[in-house]
């Protein structure tokens, strides 16, 4: 029996997309908790940027809400403004940004606005907030769900951060030089994009999951990376830092 919740395994998971002495611009929730792992984990010199103007070079010491909780400012590296952090995005100065989402399509397009566009809406939602910049100047995205065929959908309804929009040079030819969708990490799989026209691809499946549930859980017809491969287990180190980041089990049960 594995001595990980599927929770756990997916922020590890995630985690270990971040590279050590990166820049990365953190998102909302389970960002955070990812971003922390990887600081005490293979990345201990990556540094966090946060939206509310924060900057750190190592993780909170108390248990993080939201990234504007007061821990988060303590010992910060850099306590400054909005403004401030958005603009180290518009100078290319942001390997990764790391943001979750309602609904994701083939070529990365990410929505938290209207959950059947903005016309024919069912649901609204609460918006960008800054993770479209973030989704456009970060030299590459990294975005983190649940796996199921209402959130990982054909085409979403509306196009609230920019993956590769409609594929191909339809990015760039928008005027976003750089950046895009380079992993999408979830519950029961990473995507990532392969081919010409960097449609996601299934890339690695996690313990306890087949490939074959998988696909039957994308609302796309889901094709193999040519590196796919078995989610390695969560390692006890990683486990450890997990547990020392989100000690009272908030974010990972």
């Not at 100078?91 to 209207?114: L, W």
């Amino acid at each position: 029996m594995s001595c990980y919740s599927t929770q756990e395994l997916m922020i590890i998971a995630a985690a270990r997309e971040i590279q050590d002495g990166e820049v990365v611009f953190v998102g909302m929730r389970l960002p955070i908790t990812a971003f922390g792992v990887a600081r005490l984990t293979h990345a201990p010199n990556a540094v966090g940027l946060f939206e509310v103007g924060i900057a750190r070079h190592q993780p909170a010491q108390d248990m993080l809400y939201t990234m504007s909780d007061p821990p988060n400012q303590q010992n910060a590296a850099w306590c400054t403004g909005t403004m401030q952090v958005m603009g180290l995005l518009q100078g290319g100065q942001v390997d990764a940004g790391f943001i979750g989402g309602a609904e994701i399509d083939r070529f990365g397009n990410i929505n938290t606005s209207y959950i059947g566009g903005f016309e024919r809406m069912k649901t609204k939602l609460p918006g960008s907030g800054g993770a479209a910049d973030i989704a456009a100047m970060s030299k590459r995205l990294l975005a983190i769900m649940n796996h199921e065929p209402h959130r990982l959908v054909e085409r979403v309804g509306y196009v609230t951060s920019p993956g590769g929009l409609e594929g191909g040079d339809s990015r760039s030819l928008a005027g976003l030089h750089w950046g895009g969708t380079a992993a999408v990490i979830t519950d029961r799989a990473i995507l990532k994009p392969h081919g010409p026209q960097g449609e996601l691809h299934l890339f690695s499946v996690h313990p306890g999951h087949t490939a074959e549930e998988v696909k039957a859980h994308t609302g796309w017809k889901l094709q193999d990376h040519p590196d796919l491969r078995p989610t390695p287990e969560p390692t006890p180190g990683e486990m450890a830092a997990l547990h020392a980041i989100d000690r009272d089990g908030f974010w990972r049960t």
